[in-house]
């Protein structure tokens, strides 16, 4: 199975039109263009997850003043899109179609594919607290990294063939909900990947 996108070069930078944060302030946030082919024979539905594994561990450092995170500073992952029970038939989904600005509280109920669902995203526990911002975060939310990191982040959109119609997931389901009960029901997995940093000093590299 292959999966490709239009709204950026495989290993290359994601425009800010996909990314929630910009130099000067929100990105575009709209979800980028994706299309896969070479489907596995049985394949009765697919899961998408976008991960940024390039996350600072220690949250108190993002954005603090005069501080930049080091490239090597401990990394885990923050999730930026859970869809799963896309339908056997769909191969692409255009730009825009899922998200198409910044929703301040989230996205309710986000479109996509007619059948699928979407699940939370990290932004959910990020913005926990904020009186403004705060809320349960659906569907796709772009790129958003600490502009005093010196690491470029990586974005992954990983796609899976599935064996079966939908898989079992709560309302809320999370990205971990979708790899476990994924569990013995993958036939095959495709990804792309997309670079973004809001880093002066990298973005000049």
């Known amino acids: 199975m292959k999966l490709r996108s239009d709204s950026f070069d495989n290993g ?3 425009p800010p039109e996909f990314a929630m944060g ?3 302030g929100f990105g575009g946030n709209r979800n980028p263009h994706l299309a896969w082919d070479e489907v596995p024979p049985g394949a009765r539905s ?3 997850l976008c991960i940024d594994g390039d996350a600072p561990t ?3 450092l993002v954005g603090k003043e005069g501080v930049e995170i080091p490239a090597d500073h401990p990394r885990g992952e923050f999730v930026h899109w859970a869809m799963a029970d896309i339908p056997a038939d769909v191969r692409e989904i255009a730009a825009g179609s899922c998200s198409d ?3 301040k509280q989230g996205k309710r109920s986000p479109q996509g594919p007619a059948g699928s669902r979407q699940g939370l995203n990290d932004y959910t526990g990020w913005f926990t607290g904020d009186a403004e911002l705060g809320g349960d975060y659906f569907g796709y939310d772009g790129p958003y990294p600490p ?6 982040h990586r974005y992954v959109f990983r796609l899976f063939a599935l064996g079966a119609d939908k898989l ?3 309302a809320k389901f999370t990205a ?5 009960a994924a569990e013995g029901q993958v036939l095959a997995e495709a990804a792309v990947t997309g670079n973004y940093s809001l880093n002066p000093k990298v973005l000049a590299g």
Do not use: C, H, M, W
Request: aromatic fraction near 4%; charge should be negative.
């Open 147 to 152: 502009p005093n990191d010196l690491r470029t």
């Open 176 to 180: 971990a909900d979708v790899r476990k």
């Open 58 to 60: 220690d949250p108190s």
């Open 46 to 48: 697919f899961a998408l």
């Open 12 to 14: 290359g930078r994601i």
């Open 101 to 103: 600005g910044v929703t």
């Open 168 to 170: 079992e997931l709560p």
């Open 22 to 24: 910009a130099v000067d």
